[in-house]
Nanobody, 115 residues
Framework: QVQFVESGGGLVQPGGSLRLSCAAS????????MGWYRQAPGKQREWVAV?????KYADSVKGRFTISRDNAKKTVDLQMNSLKPEDTAVYYC???????????WGQGTQVTVSS
C-alpha cells in the first residue's frame, strides 16, 4: 500500500512563503509523475501542480508555486510564494497514472493564509 506523508504547512500572512514536502513509499518513485492537490473548506479537491519530465501548474498558482522532486529521497516539494488567502487549504500529494491521481490520499498538510 503506497503511503504519502505531507509536511510543512502552517499559518502564514498574505504575501508570505511556505515549502511543503511529501514523502512517498513508492517502490519505483522515479517512473511516476507526482502531483500536488489541495482542498479548501467546502470545496472539492483540485489539482495544483504536477512534475514528470516537465512541470505544469494550475493557472491560479502559476508564477507563484514551484514543484520539484528528489528521486533518491522519494520526495516531492512545493515551494509556495506570494501566498494569498485563497490558497488556504489542506494540501496533498499523490502519484499519477496518466492525468489521474492513483494512490490513497494521505493526511495532507494544512496551509492557512491569514493576517
Amino acid at each position: 500500500q503506497v503511503q504519502f506523508v505531507e509536511s510543512g504547512g502552517g499559518l502564514v500572512q498574505p504575501g508570505g512563503s511556505l515549502r511543503l514536502s511529501c514523502a512517498a513509499s513508492l517502490s519505483i518513485f522515479s517512473i511516476y509523475a507526482m502531483g500536488w492537490y489541495r482542498q479548501a473548506p467546502g470545496k472539492q479537491r483540485e489539482w495544483v501542480a504536477v512534475i514528470s519530465s516537465v512541470t505544469k501548474y494550475a493557472d491560479s498558482v502559476k508564477g507563484r508555486f514551484t514543484i520539484s522532486r528528489d528521486n533518491a529521497k522519494k520526495t516531492v516539494d512545493l515551494q509556495m510564494n506570494s501566498l494569498k488567502p485563497e490558497d488556504t487549504a489542506v494540501y496533498y500529494c499523490n502519484y499519477m497514472e496518466g492525468s489521474v491521481p492513483a494512490g490513497r490520499w494521505g493526511q495532507g498538510t494544512q496551509v492557512t493564509v491569514s493576517s
